[in-house]
């Protein structure tokens, strides 16, 4: 098997990273109907910086991101700051071995991060005394991880060596 | 041996380090938030940070509404024009009878000597988006304190009351809807004047009147409007409508449940009423000193007289 690192890609852009951050808050600020079953692309995003730019995103950028997250959102200050290290710091540990797998493989790491992140939340909001808001909780994340796929294509766009222009 | 890597590989320290130093961070950001409230100007901050985002987040609807608006059909405008001429007869006929009822209360509120009932001044607002958080029902308006808003005012939509303000920034604030397990506000039931308090009842989006007696006098259909009692809510304003009375021979409450009126989770535009004219003055500070030199005084005099009446707690 070909570990899909192995396509050589052009060096990533630095306004590629923070455009997608961007795009990224910019679609988890949108009027959604019931946030328990939408993902949250601010984290996809992340995980997928961390594992493929292990060098250049990590938890310091979780962490920022976590507190813009938190205060827009008007949430206790450092709850998806917490969650968002704790993805952070699974996404480049596992990242070696993230890269290996094929998507498909990859999605299920990514869902298994994802879960950890959102029980990370759970955990958080408990203590402070919410009440635990049912079961639909987990589909954010699964659908997040069946979105790895898309994220993958989209944001290495930018770097593929192709003969046609970049569609982005 | 030495284990540490040339200086040319080094990546800072360890993961789990950072993990570590960020995680603390977090933890104690929490606390002080939670406890303290210290780093609300932080917040602040960093809410106007965001706001250039969320404000082109709610772009794609606005583009939505227009594109649709559009293509509407000549008969769906001639439908919809129809329908609303026909509320504004049957709201002006209301609003007449209103009139009608205001001066005449008026006047028997001079009569009887109770204080002049002040105007609410009212700001409209649009609902920018939900806090991404689905233990809060909480949701955004796009004024903040650049426009006026205050904490604690009441906020409603065209059917009832949605919620209350809860933190304002400089550009929007932030409502904690009816439905925040947390919320509550003071009702009273149209038919009969009975006074409650309506608690929300978090994820069901439902509301629960707590502490009424098992043979409280309740039944399905009963609007619920605010009591006023509070001061920060004007009375009459439509909250909810009971659903279900649950009585329990073993319990000593009965289970109330509501179903808010307003949209508290839909519709897009609501109604700020700026409420601080209407609100008592806060018990002042030396009030509560004296009431406190009172009661000392009075402990003190019964102190005094205790050994000389001392069989009277016996009888």
Known sequence: MIPSSSQILMPVRMSTIIGSFVLALFLNYLPWRDLRLVPDFVALVLAFWCVRQPRLVGLGVGWSLGLLAD????????????????????????????????????????????????????????????AFPGWPLVVGPLGGALLWPVVTWLLLLPQRRNDREPAI | MDHTPPPFFKRGPAPLVRL???????????????????????????????????????????????????????????????RLRAQVLA???????????????????????????????????EILYLARDPYAHKVFIDRGSVHGIRPGSPVTDDTGVVGQVTRVHALLSEVTLLSNPDQAI????????????????????????????????????????????????PPGLAVATVVRVERDLERSFARVICQPLAGID??????????????????????????????????????????????????
């Open chain 1, 71 to 130: 205060a827009g959102n008007g949430v206790l200050l450092g709850q998806h700051a917490l969650a968002y290290s704790l993805l952070a710091f699974l996404s480049v540990w596992l990242s070696r071995r993230i890269l290996w797998f094929g998507t498909m493989l990859q999605s299920l790491h990514i869902a298994l991060i994802l879960l950890v992140t959102q029980a990370a939340v759970l955990v958080v909001r408990l203590g402070a005394g919410d």
């Open chain 2, 20 to 82: 570590f130093f960020f995680a603390s961070l977090s933890v104690a950001l929490l606390v002080i938030d939670a406890r303290f409230r210290y780093v609300d100007g932080l917040r602040t901050w960093l809410a106007l940070a965001a706001y250039p985002i969320q404000r082109a987040a709610t772009w794609p609807i606005d583009v939505a509404t227009t594109i649709g608006g559009y293509f509407s059909t000549q008969a769906n405008l001639i439908q919809e024009n129809e």
């Open chain 2, 91 to 125: 709201n002006m006929q209301d609003a007449q009878r209103y009139h009608a009822l205001q001066t005449e209360t008026a006047e028997l509120k001079r009569l009887i000597g109770a204080a002049e009932k002040s105007e609410v001044q009212t700001t409209p607002a």
């Open chain 2, 186 to 233: 003071p009702v009273e039931v149209v038919r009969n004047g009975l006074r409650a308090v309506a608690f929300g009842g978090g994820v069901s989006g439902m509301l629960e009147l707590r502490y009424m007696g098992a043979n409280v006098e309740v039944q399905n259909g009963d609007k619920l409007v605010t009591s006023g009692i509070d001061g920060t809510y």
């Open chain 2, 266 to 315: 839909r519709g897009r535009y609501v109604l700020v009423l700026n409420n601080e004219a209407g609100r008592p003055p806060r018990p002042e500070e030396t009030q509560a000193k004296e009431r406190r030199a009172d009661k000392t005084r009075r402990s003190k005099a019964r102190d005094k007289q205790g050994p000389e009446k001392g069989g009277d707690d016996s009888q």
